[in-house]
């Protein structure tokens, strides 16, 4: 399904010629910190991306990813995987695109860092910090 999006200022958009129905969860304490609460995030590959504007901007967060943002009102965007089988790969915050028609909750990783301080409903797909830590491992 084609989407479109972009930051708060419009500086900077993008259009997702494909994507899937679904989007995940992560509760990491980089997302938690860089989003200031839970990220919720679509997963798309960079040949199914289109990204305009001269505002965004790059964090090298970890060994593995960067995050994009908007230099000029500061929304947070992209998550870009750099490193490993999964480079290349981009997790387009949910909040930035322009529709959610169609799109739902399936997975969460790191689940067990929100200390019981909420929860999210539904039947999701849901790995702990040692779970996806070790899935991560495995992917380089």
Do not use: N, P
């Not at 990220?39 to 960067?66: I, M, N, P, Q, Y």
């Not at 009102?73 to 490193?83: E, H, M, N």
């Amino acid at each position: 399904m084609r989407r479109t999006g972009g930051c708060l200022c419009r500086s900077v958009t993008y259009e997702v010629f494909r994507s899937g129905a679904t989007f995940g969860a992560c509760h990491c304490d980089t997302c938690r910190t860089w989003t200031g609460s839970v990220t919720l995030a679509l997963t798309v590959e960079k040949d199914d991306l289109a990204v305009s504007g001269d505002s965004l901007k790059w964090f090298a967060s970890s060994d593995r990813g960067a995050r994009g943002f908007c230099e000029l009102c500061g929304s947070g965007l992209f998550y870009r995987i750099t490193a490993g089988v999964q480079a290349g790969q981009w997790h387009v915050g949910v909040g930035t695109l322009d529709s959610l028609d169609g799109l739902k909750l399936a997975r969460e990783i790191f689940h067990d860092r929100t200390a019981g301080a909420y929860a999210l409903a539904g039947d999701l797909k849901r790995m702990t910090a040692a779970e996806a830590q070790a899935h991560f491992a495995t992917l380089g």
